[in-house]
């Protein structure tokens, strides 16, 4: 087997005794737990640390730092217990002190981290992370080092399924006071996962150790795992070919049919909670102020085609943003789907007409970012491609870096649409539609504001009954897809590639294969 040049150049140790190394799509956006966006910084982050809840080697929740926890009869206040193996990778023990002082750092304006929403539901977290109070006022107190009681403002039905999320990990109050924001450079960052960081190249890889001092380290078999960073798909197939990755995770779309015909052993595609969309900016002309646009757009797209002629990996045309698969949820019911391709673009055009656009009316002139990536280039084009021959519109299309697409995306600086994915943080509908409420602030790409929308989730989330709950959610789901500020295209299906030599690999309803589960036998 090939063996890549930077192992030979010295930069991975000579003789470990077991190597993984990892496809991880572009440049993650930072390897702050708290602060990094996208579900490459994810990946990295279930590697190097650990919540008070986890993945499982199934990829379902199973508690991590947190020993046993007991919730009050109303709701309002959750007792974790820690685990008194639980250590940082410094050898020093992991306490609730650390959590307190991680969570108030996540609701700190100063963080300025864009999922401080996670910590809304802990008393004082929304009005800390707005400037009203200060971040000690957090309602997470550290009992003792091994005992966390945390204060809700009110019930929140999600709340503990979201403590599987990265956002609410903590970082080891001595090591961040000591380094500052350099906390997270090789040689300084301290973590409590499985691994541990010892190297980083921009654009180019992260590699990280076992952690001899993780609580189950003995079952951990891979020694070293490298995440390696491209732009291009067709780059990562090339060097998992080449014997230079075990794993790559997602497959070109270029080069699927050419897959099935000749590897098709490693192919590992499944279903994933996620959904691929076009975010509308609803802050800027024409199409913030004219719905029937925003609706045109979103008929006129043939999303059979895309799935079928473009994609070809199992996705699912999506007419909601929440993707199928929720436990317990009914998605709400999406009149375009039930009509034809022939009846929507009958519709489109007549909805432009009336917006005054089209043939004999305004031109319509739209642009569509999207990340350098040839598969997602493949998708714009495709998409272009149908408002042009069904709407006569002008379309651009606007290729960028992906830290550049989500920047001008959390700034809603992009001029019309924008290619954007989501993947669930954790298993219930609300952690598709919090990204349409307008107090979470660049997560809400769209810039979109509905305050029936929001007073419709505030209530299904002081609901106690969860199949109540879940019906008010739908409800709050189909206020917003009638309001168009997004252009749902499919429900997303993974394209790993796995190498025969990888064991414990996984199909994960939100994509976390975390290494700690895996083995490669070379």
Not at 123 to 133: D, P, V
Not at 238 to 267: C, H, S, Y
Request: aromatic share 10%; net charge neutral; hydrophobic share 40%.
């Amino acid at each position: 087997m090939a063996t890549f040049s930077l192992f030979a150049a010295g930069a991975m140790p000579a003789f470990a005794e077991m190597v993984l190394n990892r496809g991880n799509q572009a440049e993650p956006t930072s390897l702050d737990p708290h602060k990094g966006t996208d579900v490459q910084s994810a990946r990295i982050g279930y590697d190097l640390f650990e919540g008070l809840m986890t993945f499982g080697p199934d990829g379902k929740t199973i508690p991590g730092v947190a020993e046993k926890w007991e919730i009050s009869p109303d709701g309002l206040t959750y007792t974790f217990t820690l685990r008194a193996d639980a250590k940082w990778s410094d050898g020093t023990a992991v306490t609730a002190e650390d959590f307190v002082f991680s969570w108030r750092r996540l609701v700190d304006p100063k963080t300025a981290s864009d999922y401080a929403y996670f910590l809304w539901p802990v008393k004082n977290g929304e009005a800390i992370s707005n400037g009203k109070l200060a971040p000690d006022s957090l309602a997470a107190v550290a009992v003792n080092p091994r005992t966390l009681k945390v204060t809700l403002e009110r019930p929140t039905g999600y709340f503990l399924a979201s403590l599987v999320h990265r956002m609410t990990y903590p970082v080891s109050k001595a090591n961040v006071e000591k380094f500052g924001a350099d906390f997270v450079k090789p040689g300084n960052l301290v973590s409590n996962g499985a691994y541990k960081l010892t190297d980083y190249m921009p654009q180019s890889f992260v590699k990280a150790v076992k952690n001899p001092f993780f609580r189950e380290a003995k079952s951990v078999k891979v020694d070293t795992v490298v995440f390696h960073h491209t732009d291009s798909p067709e780059t990562e197939l090339r060097r998992f070919r080449a014997g230079e990755l075990d794993i790559v995770q997602m497959a070109p779309v270029t080069q699927i049919d050419w897959l099935k015909q000749n590897m098709p052993e490693v192919m590992k595609f499944y279903p994933v909670l996620g959904t691929q969309y076009l975010a509308v900016n609803m802050t800027k002309e024409p199409l913030a102020s004219n719905p029937k646009l925003r609706q045109a757009l979103s008929l006129a797209v043939d999303r059979q085609i895309i799935v079928d002629k473009i994609t070809k990996s199992g996705e699912v045309p999506a007419y909601t943003l929440t993707a199928p698969g929720v436990p317990g949820y009914t998605l709400p019911d999406a009149n375009m789907a039930k009509a034809t391709q022939a009846e929507r673009d009958a519709m489109a055009k007549k909805l432009v007409a009336e917006a005054g656009y089209g043939p004999g009316g305004k031109p319509l002139t739209v642009e569509v970012l999207h990340n350098t990536n040839e598969s997602t280039r493949k998708i714009a084009v495709g998409i272009a491609s149908m408002w042009q021959s069904k709407l006569g519109a002008k379309v651009s299309l606007n290729n960028q870096e992906w830290k550049v697409v989500l920047q001008n995306a959390g700034e809603k600086s992009y001029a019309n649409t924008v290619v954007l994915g989501w993947i669930a943080d954790f298993p219930d509908p609300y952690t598709f539609l919090k990204l349409f409420l307008a107090d979470v602030g660049k997560m809400n790409r769209s810039g979109y504001t509905n305050a029936a929308y929001d007073a419709k989730l505030k209530e299904a989330n002081l609901t106690t009954d969860p199949a109540k709950r879940l019906t008010l959610v739908a409800e709050a789901e189909a206020m917003m897809l009638a309001d168009a500020p997004m252009i749902p295209i499919y429900h997303t299906s993974y394209r790993n590639l796995v190498h025969p030599r990888v064991k414990g690999w996984f199909e994960s309803p939100m994509g976390v294969q975390p290494t700690r589960y895996i083995e490669v036998n070379r």
